[in-house]
């Protein structure tokens, strides 16, 4: 069975939680997990509601609370009402303003002998023989000169 944390706040960290659920403008979340904690409080002068009775009452389910209990204990306070920071963005940038700049100026040229205009798929095929990027598909070029308000014909 995993183990249990009690949460026991002392009389600052109880005033502060008040403070973060009853004032000012907040995420709800930190509000809904500031009375949270609480309720769980098991020290002097907490409550000492059961977790299920305060799983009800705010209206999360108890593997929150529970994990919830875990991070006040192990990482202190402001780690468990606030969200985590996240460290890197969601994925990397690929196609920044440099590759803009290229296409537009790529999109602007001469078509290629043979050709009355550029494509799509042709400008795609030589962004990626001029070595300005490894691989991108048409459909990329195509939402970015969308976005650029650029038209081939």
């Known amino acids: 069975m995993a183990p249990r944390y009690k949460v026991t706040l002392t009389k600052e960290e109880r005033k502060d939680l008040e403070v973060i659920s009853t004032k000012g403008k907040r995420a709800a ?12 409080d098991a020290g002097d ?22 994990h919830l209990k875990k991070r006040f204990v192990e990482e202190g ?3 468990a009402i606030e969200r985590k920071k996240r460290v890197k963005p969601p994925r990397e940038i690929r196609f920044g303003g440099e590759f803009e700049a290229h296409l537009l100026a790529l999109a602007c040229s001469d ?3 043979g050709k009355v205009r550029w494509t799509v798929r042709l400008l795609a095929e030589k962004l990626i023989e001029l070595k300005i990027v490894e691989t991108v598909s048409p459909m ?3 939402n970015i000169l969308k976005k650029m308000k650029l038209s081939l014909t």
């Open 140 to 142: 990329t070029v195509c």
């Open 29 to 40: 979340r930190t509000i809904l997990y500031a009375r949270a904690l609480l309720l769980l």
């Open 77 to 79: 306070l402001t780690a």
């Open 111 to 113: 078509p290629p002998k």
């Open 45 to 66: 002068d907490g409550p000492k509601w059961l977790v299920q009775t305060v799983a009800e009452a705010v209206g999360v389910t108890t593997r929150s609370l529970e």
